[in-house]
Nanobody, 123 residues
Framework: QVQLVESGGGLVQAGGSLRLSCVAS????????MGWFRQAPGQEREFVAA????????YYADSVKGRFTISRDYAKSTVSLQMNSLKPEDTAVYYC????????????????WGQGTQVTVSS
């Protein structure tokens, strides 16, 4: 089992920045990749970004490329999502997830999920 705890959400004005963090604990040795997903009200959960646990590869949704950066601190078992130039359409609950094998850009590739953190971007 892997436990995930997110933090860093909040309210920010359009154009602002937020940094989300996700701390992993438990059987992290089996982790292949970590990802961030988001779910806006009335919409399906969607992929945002992912990083292999080795840190060698990163993946982004087209909607966040150039604005969001995913990174990981192996020693602290932490994955972060730096979000810049935020837009109102980025408003959602953001979820951290852990995958034990590929694929890592789709929902079904992830076995473990955090509880989510709310990000609200005002216009």
């Amino acid at each position: 089992q892997v436990q995930l705890v997110e933090s860093g959400g909040g309210l920010v004005q359009a154009g602002g920045s937020l940094r989300l963090s996700c701390v992993a604990s438990g059987r992290t040795s089996s982790t292949y990749a970590m990802g961030w997903f988001r779910q806006a009200p009335g919409q399906e959960r969607e992929f945002v970004a992912a990083i292999t646990w080795s840190g060698t590869s990163t993946y982004y949704a087209d909607s966040v490329k150039g604005r969001f950066t995913i990174s990981r601190d192996y020693a602290k078992s932490t994955v972060s999502l730096q979000m810049n130039s935020l837009k109102p359409e980025d408003t959602a609950v953001y979820y951290c997830a852990a995958a034990e094998s590929p694929p890592i850009v789709i929902l079904s590739g992830y076995r473990y999920w955090g509880q989510g953190t709310q990000v609200t971007v005002s216009s």
